[in-house]
């Protein structure tokens, strides 16, 4: 849809999510990042002249992971659980009404680049208070009822990433190998919960106190909650900064956050499985996305860039398994 079209649509669902006969749209800007979907930034100006500073998020052409609604319902059981998100504003399945599904939410201020929230002098103070506001976060999320997101989706992660690698039809040896450990390494499971399935350094705004909001929320899914912990501990998110969690913490700070916050306590051999499971998990991604692009269903440097990215999960589960 071309920028116009777009602009002019956007005026119309704006209007109707603040309640006003006429809206205009200032600023629209496309936002670089975000490799599954389109981010826009821009301000809906009431005939009053009030400004909301929104951004749109839309699914790009081909295949999704979830549907809209479903990240709409879990935005919203998130802010009533107490978790920091943005604002929802106005959320659709019918690609009609801005050429495909997508939703809008308040633009919350602040840092969400990796290597500025590790480097930037602005956050030093910052940065030790990360981990364990991340683990209280989490464990706020996980203590929601998962039956109050209709139509969460549960499946076992080794099974799904198995199959997913065998129909990809490229040899991994690494890979296998990992899948051979987890299976013989199985922790029990833990109670059901609402798992963001991609809690990380780079889908948070942090500001000077600290995190203001969680972003990306379009993995959301009803699984272990060892699984968010495990994920935000993953290499690949530490961005070339020694500390495991995120690259600004400890895996202390961390469990200790999430249990002062009511969450389960902590088993250290499971979110260490959890943690392998997230490195061979996006190496695989890695593999999905490039396919995305090699396959002509995308065309993005981006997702060619990511799929170079294969060997260094490689590497790293090797390490870990070592």
């Known amino acids: 849809m071309p920028e116009d079209a777009l602009a002019t649509r956007l005026a119309l669902v704006s209007a109707g999510a603040l309640h006003e006969e006429r809206v205009e749209i200032d600023g629209l800007c496309r936002l670089s990042g975000g490799a599954s979907r389109e981010t826009w930034s821009f301000d809906a100006v009431t005939a009053a002249g009030e400004r909301r500073p929104l951004i749109l998020r839309r699914d790009p052409p081909g295949p ?47 840092e969400t680049i990796p290597r500025r929230i590790l480097r930037d002098e602005s956050l030093a103070e910052t940065r030790p208070k990360l981990a364990g506001q991340c683990g209280a976060i989490l464990a706020r999320l996980h203590t929601i009822d998962p039956d109050e997101v209709d139509g969460l989706e549960s499946q076992d992660q080794v099974t799904q990433y198995r199959e997913v690698l065998d129909l990809l039809g490229e040899p991994h040896p690494a890979f296998e190998l990992g899948f051979r450990w ?14 963001h399935g991609d809690f990380r350094n780079g889908n948070l705004i942090i500001g000077a106190e600290g995190v203001r909001a969680v972003l990306d929320w379009e993995l959301v899914h009803r699984g272990d909650p060892m699984e968010d912990l495990g994920w935000l501990c993953v290499k690949a998110w530490r961005f070339g900064q020694a500390l495991p969690v995120g690259g600004f913490g400890t895996y202390e700070q961390l469990i200790a956050g999430y249990e002062e916050a009511g969450g ?20 695989v991604m890695c593999i999905m996305q490039a396919s995305r692009h090699l396959s002509g269903a995308v065309r993005s440097v981006e997702l060619a860039a990511i799929g170079r990215r ?6 790293d589960l090797l390490a870990m398994l070592r």
């Open 182 to 195: 987890l299976e013989r390494n199985r922790p029990p499971a833990g109670p059901p919960a609402i798992v």
């Open 64 to 110: 999704r992971h979830v549907g809209m609604a479903l990240e709409a319902r879990a935005l919203a059981a998130a802010a009533r659980g107490g978790v920091p998100v943005p604002e929802l504003w106005a959320s659709s399945e019918d690609p009609g009404v801005l050429g495909s599904p997508f939703i809008i939410v308040s633009r919350i201020e602040g």
């Open 310 to 315: 294969v060997c260094e999960n490689e590497w």
């Open 264 to 283: 389960a306590p902590v088993d250290r051999a499971a979110l260490h499985w959890w943690e392998v499971l997230g490195s061979l998990k996006w190496g």
